[in-house]
């Protein structure tokens, strides 16, 4: 009877410390995938505004900033509409809405781009 208590014990002890270790080995595991997602995404973004980065520079160079300020109007106009209607923006992103309030007031590409994105 002692031999059975005492391996029923032993199979208890084990099961939990199996499951306390496969579990914080599947936590780490599954952290570390979203830690690898997130990082593709951001080199995926940065990717992106680096191209748009250098098309606009180009553009500019040749002359044609028409086509620069078209560029970036689409960005600015994606964050306008992102953040304009939520109430728990920060004082940093109020004054940046604010600022880009004023440019499309003086600049229609950037007018025309947030009015295309609403």
Known sequence: ???FLASGFCLLIGLA?????????YEGHITNEAVQE????MESSDRLAA?????AIEAIQSGDTQRAIQMFSVPVA???SGYTGLTHN???????????????STNA??????????
């Open 17 to 25: 410390g199996g499951f306390f270790i496969g579990y914080h080995y």
């Open 90 to 104: 920060d004082e940093k992103t109020k004054n940046l809405l604010l600022w880009i309030e004023q440019a499309a």
């Open 51 to 55: 191209a748009r980065g250098v098309r």
């Open 109 to 118: 590409a950037v007018a025309k781009a947030i009015h295309d994105t609403n």
């Open 1 to 3: 009877m002692k031999a």
């Open 38 to 41: 997130m990082e593709l995404s």
């Open 78 to 80: 994606d964050f306008y």
